[in-house]
C-alpha cells in the first residue's frame, strides 16, 4: 500500500504564513529593517490605565513603539483598542501612567498641541469644504504661507491620486476616496506619528485588500510611523512590522507577524493569530532537551524537542497549526507525535484543502494540505480512517 | 376598469377645505372694492393704500418686527448654548431638571407665562428699579424666554445628529477648541440655527397673550392693534394686513423648508 502522506509547507512555513493575503517576510523590507534595528522610540506608553467608573478599558499597559514603525494593535471588539490610541492623540486622559512622545511627556498635553495625527474611522471630513479645503485645514492652523500650503496640498493630493477631486465635496466622492482624502489630510502636516483607527473597516473585501498594500507603500514613502488599530488578523500580518495584541484592555503579546504565528506566548494568541489545535495536556518528562506530554484528547504522548522554562505548570497545551500537522492512510512508527482518526469533512479551496479529522479521542483535528499536482486525485475521501502526525519541533507549547 | 376608492381623496379635500378656505376667503376680500366685508364688489387694492397711511398700523408693524428679529436673535443664541450643553456636557447634577425647565415653555399656558412674567418685571421694578416701566424692552425679554426652548429644541436634535468626531478631527489638526467649534460646528448647525431662527420670529410676530401682559403704553404690537380694531369690527383692511402676513409667514416657511431640504442633499 503506497505511502500517502502529504505534508503541509512545513519548510516554507519558515518565511511565509498562510492566511495572509500577502504576508511580508521577516526582511523582505530591507530599510525598514534597518531603519528599525536602530531606531529610536517614538511613543512610550508607560504602565497605563484608563477607567470608565469601574470599567477597566485600558488595564496597565506598557509599550514602545519605534520611529518609523508601522506598528499594529489587534483586538476584539471593546478590547480598548480606540481607547488606548484616543489617550495617544490626546482626546481621553489616562487614569493613571505616563504617555512620552518623541521623548517628551505628553500625557497632559492638548490635542492640538501634539506632534501626532489621527485618521478617524468615521473618516471625520469636514463635510461643508471641498477635498482641497480638507487637507489644508491643518496646514492653515500653523499658519504657513499660502504658497506653501497649496504646493503641501498638492504633493498630498497626488499621492493620494485624488488630484482631479481637488474641488469636489467630501459627499460627491466614494467610500474609497473619501478614505484617501482623510489619510492626505492626516498626513499633510507630517505628523510624528500618524494615528489610524480601524482606516480600512469602511471598505469592501477586495478594496481593503488593495488599500492595505497601498498603506504600507505610502507608510515607506513618506517614513512615518504608523499605529493601526484593526480587529482583523490578516490586515495586521499584511501590513505591520510588529503587532500587538490585546485582550479586555491588556496587552497579551508584542511581536512580529511571525514570531506570533510561530511563538505564540498564550493559548489566546495562539487561537487569535491563526488557525490551531489546541489540546491539554499534563507535562510527564520535563528536562532541558525535551518534553513529553500526555493529552488526554490523543492516543500517543507528545514529544517536544525542547524544555521550558515554566517548571512550575504541571498543565500545558499543545499548540499546532493545521499546515504542520500531516495526513496519512499508515501507520506511523513512531512511539509519540501521531494519532488515529476519521475524515468528519473535507474543505476545498482550490490551492489548499483542510481535513477535519475527528480523533478517536474525540477531539478535532483541522490538518491543511497543499494541493501541488493538478492531475492527482485525492487519496484520502470522506470517512477514511487516517492517521495525523507532527514533526516534534513544530509543537508549540504555552502554559497559561 | 376598477373603481378608485373615494374615500382618502375626499378626506384630503375635506381637510384642505377646513384648513385653507378661511385663509383663501380673507385673501379674497383683501382685494373688495366694498366696505363689507362678506359682500363682493368688485377687485380694488384700496385697501392695502389704505393700510399704508395708517400710521398706527404701521408703527405697530415696526415695533413688531424689532421685536421678532432682536427676540429671534436672541433666542438663537441662548437656545443653542441650552442645546450644547444638553449634548455635550453629558451626565451632570441637575441635568434633568435643566431639561425639563429648557422645554417648560413649549408646554406652559400662554396666560400662565405672561402672567408670571408681569410679576417678575414688577417686583424686580420695585426691587432693583429695572426695568422701569414696561415696553418693548419686556416683550423682548418674554419672547426671548419663550422661542428659546423651540431653538434649544431644534438645535438639540440636530447636534445630536453629528458625529463628534469631526470637531476633535479639527482639534486634532491644531485648531482649539472655540476655533474647531466655530469653523467646523457651527456651519454644520447653520440649517438648525436659520429654522430656529424664522420659527421664533414668526412665533414672536404672532404673539398676542404674552405680549399683552407684558406691554407698556408706547409698545402696541401689530397683534395687539388687530385684536383691538377687529373687536370694533372687521374691516378690509385687516384682511389686508392678514394677507401680507400670511405672504411673509409662507415665505419664512418656504426659506426654512429650503435651506433643510439642501442640507439633507448634502448629507447623502
Ligand atoms: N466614554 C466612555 N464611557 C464609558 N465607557 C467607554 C467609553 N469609551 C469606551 N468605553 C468602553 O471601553 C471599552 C473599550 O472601548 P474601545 O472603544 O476602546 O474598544 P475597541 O477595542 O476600540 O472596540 P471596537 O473594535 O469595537 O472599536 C468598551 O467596553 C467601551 O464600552
Ligand atoms: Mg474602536
Redo the contacts between chains.
Sequence with gaps: MPDHTVWGQCDMMETVAPGAAAARPEGSRPGAVLRRAEARPIIEIDDVVKTFGAFVAVDHVSLTIREGELFALLGGSGCGKTTLLRML???ERPTAGRILIGGQDMTDT???DRPV??M???Y?????MTVEANVA??LR??RMPRAAIRERVREMLDLVELTPFAKR?P?HLSGGQRQRVALA??LA?HPKVLLLDEPLAALDKKLRERTQLELVGIQERVGTTFVVVTHDQEEAMTMADRVAIMDSGRIIQVDTPHALYEYPNTRFVAEFFGTVNLFEGQLVEDEPDHLLIRCDALANPVYVGHGISAREHATVWIALRPEKLAVSTTRPDAPHNWDRGIVEDIVYLGGISTYHVRLDGGALARVTTQNLERMSAPEITWDDVVYVSWRPDNVVVVTS | MRARPLFLPSALALGLTFLYAPILLLVLFSFNESRLVTVWGGFSLKWYGALFRNEQMLEAALVSLRIATTSATLATVLGTLAALILVRFGRFRGRLLFTGMITAPLVMPEVITGLSLLLLFVSLETTLGWPSGRGVDTIIIAHTTFCTAYVAVVVQSRLGGL?R??E?????????PL?AFLV?TL??LAPALVSGWLLSFTLSLDDLVIASFVAGPASTTLPMVVFSSVRLGVTPEINALATLLVLVATVTILVAAAVLWRQER???
Excluded: C, T, W
Design positions: 492623540a490626546g482626546f492638548a490635542p492640538y495625527n489621527m478617524f474611522q468615521s471625520a471630513l469636514f463635510p461643508h485645514f491643518g492652523q500653523d465635496k459627499h489630510r492626516s502636516k | 458625529d468626531s469631526v476633535e478631527a479639527a482639534m486634532d489638526l491644531g485648531a482649539r476655533k467646523i456651519p454644520m448634502g448629507q447623502r
